[in-house]
Structure formats: C-alpha cells, structure tokens
C-alpha cells in the first residue's frame, strides 16, 4: 500500500477514468472531423456564391449547369434558384456542424476538469 507522502507519482487508474479517457479520446477525435467537414462547408458556400454571382454578370439565357458529371444547357433563373436551394442546404448543415463543435468542446471541458481534477500533471490533454 502506497503512502501519501511516497516519492511515487502512480496513481490508480480505475473503470470510470479509463471510460472518461476514452471518452475524451472519441470526442476529440470528432472535433477534428468537425473542423474539417466546417471547413467543406464554409468552401462549398463561398462557391456557392461565387457561381451566384457570375450568374449576375451573364447575359445569356441558357447556361451551362452541371449535374453529377455532366453538363446540361438549363435556363439561366431555374440555376439560380437551385444554387440558392443548396446554398441554403449547406447554411443549416454548416450552423449544425458548428453546434456539434460546440456541444463537443463543452463536453471535452467537462471532462478535462474531471480528469485533471484527479491526474493532475500526471494527464496531458492538451495538443501540442
């Protein structure tokens, strides 16, 4: 048995600290995939509203849309629409996206007090 004036720095690690470890390995690892898919999304939009406004600037009445991997000939206001359909798309996954991320940082605070809480120095939970 250890005692608590012992030179050692081991400290036991039981079931609910491992799961909280875990835990917070997962939800990291989430965030990561977050910012990513935020980013897709922030560039899809600018995208979005780069194609919207050579649109503005054209004066034809049929343009070139495309579709999967081809491109059809699709009258100028139907395209406009559709690019403010999926605009609009991406802008409710993109609010989302960010609302997961900020959940998930909550979560990732809660848990770093827990374990920083016991660990002490003995945990690194920071990114370097």
Same mark, same amino acid.
């Given at each position: 048995?250890?005692?608590?004036? %012992? $030179? ?7 079931? @609910?600290?491992? +799961? &909280?470890? &875990?835990?917070?390995? /997962?939800?990291? &690892? /989430? ?5 990513? @898919? ?14 919207? &406004? @050579? ?16 491109? %059809? ?8 629409? /559709? ?10 996954? !993109?609010?989302? !996206?960010?609302?997961?991320?900020? $959940?998930? !940082?909550? +979560?990732? %605070? @809660?848990?770093?007090?827990? !374990? ?5 120095? $003995? ?6």
């Amino acid at each position: 048995m250890q005692q608590s004036g %012992a $030179s050692g720095s081991e400290m036991e690690v039981t079931w @609910e600290d491992q +799961q &909280n470890i &875990n835990k917070f390995g /997962r939800l990291n &690892n /989430r965030l990561h995939e977050l910012e990513d @898919e935020i980013k897709i999304a922030k560039e899809s939009n600018e995208n979005f509203e780069d194609a919207s &406004n @050579e649109l503005i600037l054209t004066d034809e009445e049929m343009v070139r849309f495309q579709i999967g991997e081809v491109f %059809a000939h699709v009258p100028k206001d139907e395209v406009e629409n /559709r690019i403010e359909q999926m605009k609009e798309v991406t802008e409710k996954n !993109l609010e989302k !996206l960010i609302e997961e991320k900020e $959940s998930i !940082l909550s +979560q990732m %605070a @809660e848990l770093k007090k827990i !374990l920083y809480g016991k660990f002490k120095d $003995s945990i690194n939970l920071e990114e370097d």
